[in-house]
C-alpha cells in the first residue's frame, strides 16, 4: 500500500511540474505512416492526426478534389490507407492528455481546422494576427511548425516556441 501511494505521489508531481518531454512523453504522437507523412507533408506540415477528431478527418480526407482552395486528391487506396491512418489516430483516440484537451473542447462537433478548434484558438489568444501573417518567416497560423521548433516530433509546449524574428517572446 505504502508502495503504491508513494508511486501516486510520483505521478502526480510529475504530470502538474512538469513539462511533457521531461516525463518522456509527447504532447502528441508524432506521424509514424510514411504514406501520410509524404502525401500530406507536401504542401505543409504533416500535421499529426490527433490534431483533430475523426469527424474532421472524415469530412478534410473526403474532399481532397477541393483542399483549402488546392487540389490535393489520391488515389482512391491511397485516399483510404490515409483516412483509416487519420481517424484510428484521431484526438479522441491518441491518449494523450493534450489530445484529450483537443478532442474535449470540440464537444461533439467536427471543425475544418486545426485552427478552429477552440482549445487551440484559446492557447493562442494572446498572439495577435500580425504575428502570423505580418510576419514573413510565419504567414499562417497553419504554419504550426514555424513557431513550435519541435512540432515534428509532437512537442508543442509553450516552453519550446520561437517565434520567428521575435527574439523577445517569453514564457510567464
Ligand atoms: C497541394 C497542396 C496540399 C496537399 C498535397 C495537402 N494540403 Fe492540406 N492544405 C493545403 C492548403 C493550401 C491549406 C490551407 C493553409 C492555410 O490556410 O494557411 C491546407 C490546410 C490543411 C489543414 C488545415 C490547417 C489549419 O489551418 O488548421 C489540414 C488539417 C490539412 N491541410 C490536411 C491535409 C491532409 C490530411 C493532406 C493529405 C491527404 C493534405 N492536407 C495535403 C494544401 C495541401
Ligand atoms: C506565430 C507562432 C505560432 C504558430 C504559427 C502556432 N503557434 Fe502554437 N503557440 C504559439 C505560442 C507563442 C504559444 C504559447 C502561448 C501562450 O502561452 O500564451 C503557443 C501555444 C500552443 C499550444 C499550447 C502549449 C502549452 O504549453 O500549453 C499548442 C497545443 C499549440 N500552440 C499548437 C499549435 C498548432 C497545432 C499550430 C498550428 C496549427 C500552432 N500552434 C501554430 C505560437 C504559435
Known amino acids: 500500500m505504502k508502495r503504491i501511494l508513494a508511486l501516486c505521489c510520483v505521478a502526480l508531481f510529475a504530470s502538474q ?17 510514411d504514406l501520410y507523412g ?25 474532399s481532397l478534389n477541393n483542399h483549402f482552395g488546392d487540389n490535393a ?39 475544418a481546422r486545426i485552427t478552429e478548434v477552440p482549445y487551440i484558438v484559446r492557447k ?3 498572439l495577435s494576427p500580425g504575428a502570423f501573417k505580418n510576419n514573413k518567416d510565419v504567414k499562417s497560423f497553419s504554419n504550426c511548425k514555424a513557431c513550435h521548433t519541435r512540432a515534428a516530433e509532437g512537442f508543442y509546449d509553450e516552453g519550446e516556441v520561437k517565434i520567428p524574428g521575435n527574439k523577445n517572446w517569453e514564457n510567464d
Open 73 to 111: 486528391s489520391l488515389s482512391a487506396p491511397d485516399t483510404a490507407a490515409i483516412l483509416k491512418y487519420a481517424t484510428e489516430n484521431a484526438a479522441e483516440k491518441a491518449g494523450t492528455p493534450r489530445a484529450s484537451k483537443i478532442a474535449s473542447s470540440v464537444s461533439g462537433a467536427a471543425p
Open 124 to 126: 493562442h489568444r494572446e
Open 17 to 33: 511540474s512538469m513539462p511533457a518531454q521531461a516525463r518522456g512523453g509527447v504532447d502528441l504522437p508524432p506521424v509514424n505512416n
Open 38 to 62: 509524404k502525401e500530406c507533408g507536401s504542401c505543409h506540415f504533416a500535421y499529426q492526426p490527433a490534431l483533430l477528431p475523426s469527424a474532421s478527418w472524415q469530412k478534410i480526407i473526403g
